[in-house]
């Protein structure tokens, strides 16, 4: 069988993204056992700080600071984003009380999955279907042929490509929903 763009390059993304809600439950569980329940809780606060920390790439991106190499900036990133968000699911449970915070899990999550989809696989994803273009060719294909044998991957191909259109204005609503969340609570607390 052709090896296809869903086989060998979605399907190892997806385990990336499953390995998070795998680290999650573990997390999770972990804390059940030790009866160390009443911490998830107060995970949402370093969720948040890894978070944040994570977004100095952003303003080195955009020159608001001069220091940090840029990639190392983005790994950090990478790293801390992911860390942040089980910390925060772990934080968020599996109480439903209000939207609001709800909808913050959900843009926090359409992140994770957009920022994954474009670090780990664009670059792959792009060269896979440049190699399949050059084999086809190679085998005499004429160039209607070979776009016809390559649509379901260009079209793949395409719609990964969106993740960036996501990334920015997701993020900036996540910290618009979550600052309601944590400034609700503060609120709450302060009028007991
Ligand atoms: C400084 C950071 C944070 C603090 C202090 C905080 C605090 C809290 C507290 C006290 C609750 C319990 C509310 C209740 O039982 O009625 C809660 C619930 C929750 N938080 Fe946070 N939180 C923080 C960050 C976040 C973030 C960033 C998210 C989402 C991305 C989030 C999502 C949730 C969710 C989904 C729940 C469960 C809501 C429900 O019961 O329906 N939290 N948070
Ligand atoms: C809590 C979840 C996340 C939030 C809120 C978030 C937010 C952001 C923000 C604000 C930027 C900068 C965009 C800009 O300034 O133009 C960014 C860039 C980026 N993020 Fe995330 N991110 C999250 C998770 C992730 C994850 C888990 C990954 C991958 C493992 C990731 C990969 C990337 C990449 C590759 C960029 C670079 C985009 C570019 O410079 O073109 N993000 N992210």
């Not at 030790?34 to 995970?43: A, F, H, I, K, P």
Request: glycine share 8%; proline share 3%.
């Amino acid at each position: 069988m052709k090896p296809s763009l869903l086989g060998r390059e979605v399907l190892p993304l997806l385990l990336l993204f499953v390995g998070m809600v795998a680290a999650t439950s573990l997390l999770d569980a972990a804390l059940h056992q030790l009866n160390l329940r009443w911490v998830g809780r107060y995970l949402g606060i370093p969720g948040v700080m890894l978070i944040a920390v994570s977004m100095i790439y952003s303003l080195r991106k955009h020159k608001w600071i001069s220091w940090g190499q840029p990639a190392r900036l983005l790994k950090l990133h990478k790293l801390l984003a992911w860390l942040g968000s089980v910390l925060v699911l772990v934080h968020a449970g599996i109480h439903f009380n209000s939207v609001l915070p709800w909808l913050a899990i959900a843009a926090m999550l359409t992140n994770v999955v957009s920022g994954l989809t474009g670090s780990f696989l664009i670059g792959r994803a792009r060269s896979f279907v440049e190699s399949r273009r050059t084999s086809l060719a190679t085998e005499g294909l004429s160039a209607t042929d070979i776009e016809s044998r390559l649509f379901w991957d260009a079209t793949m191909l395409d719609l990964l490509k969106g993740w960036r259109v996501v990334h920015l204005p997701i993020a900036l609503a996540f910290v618009v929903l979550a600052l309601a969340h944590i400034l609700s609570i503060f609120i709450f607390w302060g009028w007991r």
